[in-house]
């Protein structure tokens, strides 16, 4: 049986979350080069302005979920090779600083959430991810940003875990 996307993407039941889409990770403040120039190819940023600009205009919570890191890396790990690399680098991803700023395409406006986190590469794992989704009605998730072998995958995984319908637009991730 066909899925009736728009049932699905009702804007009464879904959100639009971003993953990562900040200065540090995929904005003029990268760590990882080859990520940037992949995104730049792919034309992410522009897809990612454009279809937070529709979400909002239709009434659909806007989430973005940040990585974060202390100064001193306290309470973060570095027990995978992504979360390493990000320790190698200048960047302080501190909450407010500019390099943990979201990439000017996606703002944030006024009405989005950012919830941030210091470990792990899940934005479910110890954040209020879980019961803001629970609290708004959302039933659909829509699943966009970086990366898609470890973040994004992370993301979609943990969200069907917990009863979610999930959406991935494939313009919108990379």
Do not use: W
Not at 24 to 43: D, H, K, M, N, T
Not at 117 to 135: A, C, K, Q, Y
Request: proline share 7%; with cysteine; net charge positive.
């Amino acid at each position: 049986m066909p899925i009736d996307l728009r049932s699905l993407l009702e804007p009464t039941h879904s959100a639009l979350l971003t993953m990562e889409c900040q200065e540090a990770i995929i904005g003029e403040r990268a760590l990882l080069p080859a990520l940037v120039e992949a995104v730049r190819a792919s034309g992410l940023r522009r897809n990612l302005g454009t279809l937070t600009g529709r979400a909002r205009a239709a009434g659909v919570p806007v989430i973005h979920n940040l990585a974060l890191r202390r100064p001193d890396s306290g309470g973060s790990a570095a027990n995978c090779k992504l979360l390493a690399l990000g320790r190698r680098g200048n960047a302080v991803l501190a909450a407010g600083s500019p390099a943990a700023a979201l990439v000017p395409e996606l703002g944030p406006e006024p009405g989005d959430y950012q919830l941030g986190r210091l470990h792990g590469v899940s934005p479910f794992h110890g954040t209020e991810l879980d019961p803001i989704l629970r609290n708004l009605g959302v039933r659909t998730v829509i699943a966009t940003g970086v990366s898609l072998n470890v973040g994004v995958l992370g993301l979609v995984i943990e969200a069907v875990n917990r009863g979610y319908q999930v959406v991935l637009p494939r313009d919108c991730v990379d």
